[in-house]
């Protein structure tokens, strides 16, 4: 929908590259959380294939991030392995996702990047890369038990009145 384009462009404050869908609506109706297809129309790799728009999301998360989170969340999904392997299987329907997206394009990068987990991240990657990428998972694949828990930690997830104007 070229509405939802338009929103999301006003949202992040330019274009965005590799917009394919609305992924999450907040209770606002508006776009909160966005799906990219594997290449931007160029054929530039976009490693992320969740991404949050929600004006109010993103600060949340940021705030979470300049607060330890990334150092802290990191800890927690190598010390529970409950959470470690959510992780895993996160990052492995991640790959599955995105090689299906792309179908048969490899992009500039031959397929390498069709391999990243979430957030773009790479198999076995230690530590965390981007907690919004995370939440972005969890909004998009409810069932992801770390982004979950890391979109728990936000004062809320939404806010009172509509932050997209």
């Not at 995105?98 to 990243?116: C, I």
């Amino acid at each position: 929908m070229d509405t939802d384009r338009a929103t999301v462009a006003r949202q992040i404050g330019r274009e965005p590259r590799a917009f394919r869908r609305v992924a999450v609506r907040c209770p606002f109706g508006k776009p909160a959380v966005t799906e990219q297809s594997p290449y931007d129309p160029t054929g530039e790799p976009f490693p992320t294939t969740y991404y949050v728009t929600c004006r109010h999301l993103v600060a949340a998360i940021s705030r979470l991030e300049a607060a330890g989170g990334v150092e802290r969340w990191t800890r927690a999904q190598e010390e529970d392995a409950e959470l470690g392997e959510s992780r895993s299987r996160a990052d492995e329907e991640s790959r599955r996702i995105r090689k299906q997206l792309a179908g048969d394009a490899r992009g500039a990068d031959d397929g390498a990047s069709l391999e990243l987990g979430v957030g773009g991240q790479r198999p076995a990657a230690g530590s965390l890369k981007c907690l919004h990428a995370h939440v972005a998972f969890a909004l998009a694949h409810p069932g992801y038990e770390l982004g979950e828990r890391i979109a728990a930690e936000l004062p809320r997830l939404w806010p009172d009145a509509c932050c997209t104007s």
